[in-house]
Every structure is written in structure tokens, then in C-alpha cells.
């Protein structure tokens, strides 16, 4: 039997395909999460049509369940604390909760993203003292990152290559077999877990780095008055160009996922330039495209605070409902600081459970006129909406547009728009 502990965006999907071949018990700490799944409804929006209801999945919020589980999946979320340190405290958690149920002979296997060594030097160390059993002598531990990619349909886990690395060549090979059991596209075996470690984080820190060239180069054309996309088209003729394009770099893995490679980085006396540099270009974007905005209604004569301004989409990135660490947010942020109204209309986000705090609108209001108009992810939803409607909904039917993710051309706006921007 397996346990996967923690059913967010990583867990739930997996719970879910391993529940194909296999009993499953899925556990996490949110009772009202729980209380959701036993109806069926898939909070994540990121499993098919009554996915839930069709799978044998036992949940549960008591730790108890778990016990007779032969094997435990953590994948509960690696954030980072205010000051970009790594937040380790829901990992501790899983890992200490485990601890207090864990059987001779039990894998543990741990998914979430870390820096390489942290399951050894920090998961294994509290399922010993938590259980008082003996690592690689009454249980074993193994490390395979998630590589979920949400919102996207066409790569469902199944179909994405499963990295598994254990402390023993026995544990290794039991992964392998394990995940191999439903995994599609295959196995790859890390020589050891560190490897496992270093492999995922850099994932993510190289598409990080990646954006932040491409943001850098559209904060120096942006000076220069050279529209970035069209750059990019040139530039992108040759064979060899990366198809990378500039963008609000957010969510919970690579606006997270470097800062734990560098943490790990200065514990051992180096301090990293590259990464850093990357994460504090990215980190400026949102403020950077505020500032946009509010030069041009400053050029528009408005009175600022008088000013009301829409903002579509507040996911941190297309086509999912999850809004965690959205840069979006630095956006709305700084335009409220100078007491301008926004709305965020998201109908993703705010159909959300996990986000009723927020007051997150599911359509644009009827009977408002906007004096700026923010297209800030580029949800399938929006592509309904036509410029001439834009316009209708513009102050004085002057539109004023910023389309952060280049969903319209410069043709399509040239007769319309009173005032175009894109990053």
C-alpha cells in the first residue's frame, strides 16, 4: 500500500495515477481539503473530469491511516520565508508526522524540491529520532523530484521522464520498479540522491535565468523604444536561439526553487552571482510594469487617484488557479499604493477554494469603464475577449492597453488602441 502525503498540485494527480495500479491512501494535514476530495471535487483543477470519484483513493487527515503503508510519498510544498530563505517547516512537519507512524521496512520517498543533501541532512535525522528506528537497518529512503508541470494537459505525469535515486542499490531498484509501474515515458536511475536533488532544483533555476535575460533585455529596449517581441522574432530565425520570451516569473517552483541552491551555496562559503542576479531582475518585473502604467496615466492627465484600472489574470501563470507567489500581485500592489482602484478578474483563481480571502472577481463588471486595461496572463478565457470590447469598456473609448504577455499584435492594435504597450 502506498501513501502519499500531501495532495496539492504534486500529490493529488499522483495519488491519483498510482491509485491505477495500486491501493493508495492519500493523507494531508488541511481537513477542509480532505472534507473536499471525499466529495470528489478536485480542488486543483488539474485532474480530468471526475478523476476523484473514479479512483479507490482512501483520504485522510489522521496520520494513523498511514501505518500500514509499506510505502510513503511526501510531496508537501518548499517554499521560502520573507527574507528568500528556504522554509523547511511543512517538510519538518511530513517529516516528523511520518516519524511517529513508521514501521520496520517502510520507504519513505520524498518529492518535494530541495537543495542537494537537505533529505539526508535534515528529513532522515527526524524520522530516526521521531520513530527510534534505525535508517538503512529498519526503514529506507529515496528521493524522485516532481516534475509536474500545471495546466498543462498534453504532459500529465505519466508521460514525463521519473528521476529515482535511493540510499541503497536495493531501495534504488524497488523505485524504479515502483514508479516504472505507472510512469510512461520512462525511468531515469541518479547515481545517488544528492545527484536526484541537484538534477530538479537546477531545472528550475535555469528557466529562471533564462526569463531574467529576456526580461533584462525588454527593461534595455524598453529604454530604447525597441518593441522586445519583435527581437525576439528576428533573433529567433537562427537555428540555435532559445525560444525564451520575457514574462512575470512567479509560482511556487522557479521563483522559489533558486534560492534554496543558493542558501546551500553560502552554507559552504560561496556566494552565488549568476542565480542571484537573475532572481533580483525577475523579482522587479511586476513593480517594473506599474511604473508603466502610471507614467501613462500620468501623460493621459488623469488624476491618479481618481484613476481605475483592470487587471486580467492573478495566477502566477496560464491556465491554472493557483496564485501563489504571483508577481501579478506586485503589480495591483503598487497601483493601490497610489489609492488607484483595481480589479482583478481571474476565473481561474477565484472559482479556488483554496483563495476566498482574496477578493478575486470570476468576469469583468458590467457598466465600468477602465482608464487602463492589464492583460496579465494569458488565460485561454481571455482570448474571447476582442479589442473592439476593450475599447467599449475604455474610458471615454480611448483604450489604453498593456499586454504583459503579447497576446495581440501590433497590427491588430494600430487602429484601435489609443495607447499600446507589451513587454
Known amino acids: 500500500m502506498i501513501g502519499i502525503v500531501g495532495l496539492g498540485y504534486v500529490g493529488l494527480p499522483l495519488a491519483c495515477l498510482f491509485a491505477k495500479q495500486h491501493q493508495v491512501i492519500g493523507y494531508d494535514i488541511d481537513a477542509a481539503k480532505i472534507?473536499?476530495?471525499?466529495?470528489?471535487?478536485?480542488?486543483?483543477?488539474?485532474?480530468?473530469?471526475?478523476?476523484?470519484?473514479?479512483?479507490?483513493?482512501?483520504?485522510?487527515?489522521?496520520?494513523?491511516?498511514?501505518?500500514?503503508?509499506?510505502?510513503?510519498?511526501?510531496?508537501?510544498?518548499?517554499?521560502i520565508t520573507a527574507s528568500n530563505e528556504p522554509d523547511l517547516h511543512p517538510l519538518k512537519l511530513a517529516s516528523t508526522h511520518i516519524?511517529?507512524?513508521?514501521?520496520?521496512?517502510?520507504?519513505?520517498?520524498?518529492?518535494s524540491t530541495v537543495y542537494p543533501g537537505l533529505t539526508e541532512e535534515v528529513c532522515i535525522p527526524i524520522l530516526e529520532k521521531t520513530s527510534g528506528l534505525v535508517w538503512k537497518k529498519d526503514f529506507f529512503v529515496g528521493y524522485s523530484p516532481e516534475r509536474v508541470n500545471p495546466g498543462d494537459k498534453h504532459k500529465p505525469i505519466e508521460f514525463i521522464v521519473k528521476i529515482v535515486a535511493g540510499d541503497t542499490v536495493e531501495t534504488t531498484q524497488y523505485l524504479a520498479s515502483l514508479y516504472g509501474s505507472?510512469?510512461?515515458?520512462?525511468?531515469?536511475?541518479?547515481?545517488?540522491?544528492?545527484?536526484?536533488?541537484?538534477?530538479?532544483?537546477?531545472?528550475?533555476?535555469?528557466?529562471?535565468?533564462?526569463?531574467?535575460?529576456?526580461?533584462?533585455?525588454?527593461?534595455?529596449?524598453?529604454?530604447?523604444q525597441i518593441?522586445?517581441?519583435?527581437?525576439?522574432?528576428?533573433?529567433?530565425?537562427?537555428w540555435n536561439f532559445l525560444p525564451f520570451e520575457p514574462g512575470l516569473v512567479g509560482g511556487h517552483c522557479i521563483g522559489v526553487d533558486p534560492y534554496y541552491l543558493t542558501h546551500k551555496a553560502e552554507q559552504l562559503g560561496y556566494s552565488p552571482q549568476v542565480i542571484h542576479s537573475g532572481r533580483h531582475v525577475n523579482n522587479q518585473m511586476g513593480r517594473f510594469i506599474a511604473d508603466k502604467v502610471l507614467?501613462?496615466?500620468?501623460?493621459?492627465?488623469?488624476?491618479?487617484?481618481?484613476?481605475?484600472?483592470?487587471?486580467?489574470?492573478?495566477?502566477?501563470?496560464e491556465n491554472v488557479s493557483d496564485s501563489r507567489n504571483s508577481k501579478v500581485f506586485d503589480i495591483s500592489e503598487t497601483l493601490i499604493d497610489y489609492q488607484i482602484q483595481v480589479d482583478i478578474v481571474d476565473p481561474h483563481v477565484a472559482s479556488s477554494s483554496l483563495l476566498l480571502n482574496k477578493n478575486i472577481l470570476s468576469s469583468i463588471p458590467e457598466?465600468?469603464?477602465?482608464?487602463?486595461?492589464?492583460?496579465?496572463?494569458?488565460?485561454t478565457d481571455f482570448s474571447k475577449y476582442s479589442l473592439a470590447y476593450f475599447q467599449s469598456i475604455s474610458v471615454q473609448k480611448r483604450l489604453y492597453l498593456f499586454d504583459v504577455k503579447a497576446m495581440f499584435n501590433k497590427e491588430q492594435v494600430a487602429s484601435i488602441c489609443t495607447y499600446y504597450w507589451r513587454l
Request: glycine content about 4%.
Open 99 to 111: 516519524g511517529s507512524i513508521l514501521q520496520k521496512g517502510t520507504t519513505v520517498v520524498y518529492e
Open 295 to 317: 507614467k501613462a496615466l500620468i501623460a493621459k492627465q488623469n488624476i491618479i487617484s481618481l484613476s481605475r484600472v483592470l487587471i486580467l489574470g492573478c495566477a502566477f501563470k
Open 35 to 79: 472534507s473536499l476530495l471525499h466529495q470528489g471535487i478536485d480542488y486543483t483543477h488539474e485532474l480530468t473530469k471526475n478523476a476523484i470519484q473514479q479512483s479507490s483513493i482512501q483520504f485522510t487527515n489522521q496520520v494513523q491511516d498511514l501505518i500500514a503503508c509499506t510505502t510513503i510519498i511526501v510531496t508537501v510544498p518548499t517554499d
Open 367 to 379: 457598466n465600468v469603464t477602465y482608464d487602463v486595461i492589464i492583460i496579465a496572463v494569458k488565460h
Open 182 to 224: 505507472v510512469i510512461h515515458a520512462g525511468i531515469y536511475v541518479a547515481s545517488n540522491i544528492k545527484v536526484a536533488e541537484a538534477a530538479k532544483v537546477i531545472e528550475n533555476a535555469q528557466r529562471d535565468l533564462n526569463i531574467a535575460f529576456m526580461n533584462e533585455l525588454a527593461l534595455i529596449f524598453d529604454k530604447m
Open 227 to 238: 518593441d522586445t517581441r519583435e527581437v525576439l522574432q528576428a533573433a529567433a530565425t537562427k
